[in-house]
């Protein structure tokens, strides 16, 4: 039995394997993995340096993976840039800590000489608790912030608790300045239980930037709730919205006016029935 050993191999350029085999990934140049192991005091690292990797659309380059074991504690790390299919570069830093039922995440992104400033951080403590009944998770956000268009949104402190499929969600609020969006209930084959999303002047067209959605954009500053129920029911979750209100209403940039919008599910139908006036 080794009590210590180190490791040391590369994983040569792809390209030609990958277009000869077809293979769904490919990385394009010469990528090296080291580390070591050492019983006497329990520790183990793992450090990856990756040039370039694709697979699909996606596309990383100088990426760098690591992981680090000491006793009960596993502390990993991804440091990478992604290019989307634009050339648009966002480099993250991915930080993870876990130490017997705990992890601690830290999330920070920013892109890369882009007009459009795409930049922030993200924290939050998990603890991982067995029961007869299953095992639970509670999840702790920490208050940080993010930053899109140029737009600084802040994330307040809440909590999230799933225990199987129940999961509940405790003063989730992202806001700046008169704006909020903020969620709050529960996500349950309890069809009694609802979800609760309230507005206040959220620019619809942040979602569809997010989603990434070009064929069908509507925009617009939206407020108001909407109540989502039934998300386990296997198809369209029951979806109403409550004085749902929407100025300078747009469809593919095509400004219609203010929008006043209610909704409500036809059980018949099995779908959303809306109702609006511009």
Not at 46 to 57: C, E, I
Not at 168 to 174: A, M, N, P, Q, V
Not at 178 to 194: A, P, R, T, V, Y
Not at 246 to 257: A, E, K, Q, W
Request: aromatic share 12%; glycine share 6%; hydrophobic share 35%.
């Amino acid at each position: 039995i080794f009590d210590f050993f180190e490791f040391e191999f590369s994983i040569p350029d792809t390209e030609n394997l990958t277009k000869t085999f077809e293979l769904p990934f490919m990385f394009s140049n010469e990528s090296f993995i080291n580390g070591y192991y050492n019983d006497s005091i329990g520790r183990f690292s793992l450090v990856t340096d990756v040039p370039a990797f694709s697979m699909g659309k996606i596309f990383l380059k100088n990426s760098n993976i690591s992981i680090e074991k000491f006793g009960p504690a596993v502390q990993a790390g991804i440091r990478t840039t992604h290019i989307t299919p634009k050339g648009v570069g966002t480099d993250w830093d991915i930080e993870t800590v876990t130490h017997n039922d705990s992890c601690n995440i830290d999330i920070n992104w920013q892109n890369i000489k882009n007009k459009n400033i795409f930049s922030g951080n993200f924290s939050s403590t998990s603890h991982f608790i067995s029961s007869v009944d299953g095992n639970i998770i509670d999840v702790v956000i920490k208050p940080s912030s993010f930053i899109i268009s140029d737009s600084i949104w802040n994330v307040q402190p809440s909590t999230i608790h799933v225990h199987g499929k129940e999961i509940s969600i405790h003063d989730f609020e992202i806001e700046r300045s008169k704006q909020h969006l903020k969620i709050d209930g529960d996500i349950s084959e309890d069809k009694e239980k609802i979800l609760n999303v309230n507005l206040k002047d959220i620019d619809l067209s942040y979602i569809f930037d997010v989603l990434n959605r070009k064929n069908i954009v509507f925009g617009g500053e939206a407020t108001g709730e909407v109540l989502v129920s039934n998300i386990y029911n296997g198809g369209m979750p029951v979806i109403n919205t409550k004085n749902l209100f929407v100025s300078d209403f747009s469809y593919n940039h095509s400004v219609f006016g203010d929008l006043n919008v209610d909704s409500k599910w036809d059980d018949v139908e099995k779908a959303i029935c809306f109702d609006g006036v511009v």
